[in-house]
T-cell receptor, first 114, second 113 residues
Framework: AQSVAQPEDQVNVAEGNPLTVKCTYSVSGNPYLFWYVQYPNRGLQFLLKYITGDNLVKGSYGFEAEFNKSQTSFHLKKPSALVSDSALYFCAVVNAGNNRKLIWGLGTSLAVNP | DAGITQSPRHKVTETGTPVTLRCHQTENHRYMYWYRQDPGHGLRLIHYSYGVKDTDKGEVSDGYSVSRSKTEDFLLTLESATSSQTSVYFC????????????FGPGTRLTVL
């Protein structure tokens, strides 16, 4: 079965420290991977995506993600966390075999402490 | 929010009443989606549309219907609302399904009493 896993429900990090939000996937064929962020009482906002090419993808607000095919992972990273980064983060992957609909992770709540 | 509006933004209704949520886009994107978001379940696709009058079911379509008579509008109808349909509903759009980025509206918080 094709799936996305975000193994941590919550991540806590101190402001100024690097942050990582983890995502692993299981799909047939080549994956197309996405990260979205949701601030309180808002809709989801696109951060970045991996389609092909360079394994390190840079996105909005200083975030980046590294595609690792051998580990089937697409972890979201930022070198120095801000309190304003506190939000809910979702990883998603395209299910190429099923009308190309996105498969969503359950989300990881990131709390950046001052 | 990428030219996407949802109405109403909040609604409280009673069990058994019909409810229609509207999604309106100004981006002229071909694909439109309705999701619901619930704690512990993440985002779940209800229905989607790949063109005017072309719609298909998602993973949680029971109890919901949709219509798309114009490119810019995608309506979600709960024919007879139930308490299990209390949720936050998000509309999304994309130019190309799956491989392209989806852009989300601000959401509608629906409470069914």
């Amino acid at each position: 079965a094709q799936s996305v896993a975000q193994p941590e429900d919550q991540v806590n990090v101190a402001e100024g420290n690097p942050l990582t939000v983890k995502c692993t996937y299981s799909v047939s064929g080549n994956p197309y991977l996405f990260w979205y962020v949701q601030y309180p009482n808002r809709g989801l906002q696109f951060l970045l995506k991996y389609i092909t090419g360079d394994n390190l993808v840079k996105g909005s607000y200083g975030f980046e993600a590294e595609f690792n095919k051998s580990q089937t992972s697409f972890h979201l990273k930022k070198p120095s966390a801000l309190v304003s980064d506190s939000a809910l983060y979702f990883c998603a992957v395209v299910n190429a075999g099923n009308n190309r609909k996105l498969i969503w992770g359950l989300g990881t709540s990131l709390a950046v402490n001052p | 929010d990428a030219g996407i509006t949802q109405s109403p933004r909040h609604k409280v209704t009673e069990t058994g009443t019909p409810v229609t949520l509207r999604c309106h886009q100004t981006e002229n994107h071909r694909y439109m989606y309705w999701y619901r978001q619930d704690p512990g379940h993440g985002l779940r696709l209800i229905h989607y549309s790949y063109g005017v009058k072309d719609t298909d079911k998602g993973e949680v379509s029971d109890g919901y219907s949709v219509s798309r008579s114009k490119t810019e509008d995608f309506l979600l109808t709960l024919e007879s609302a139930t308490s299990s349909q209390t949720s936050v509903y998000f509309c999304a759009i994309s130019e190309i399904t799956g491989y392209d980025t989806q852009y989300f509206g601000p959401g509608t918080r629906l409470t069914v009493l």
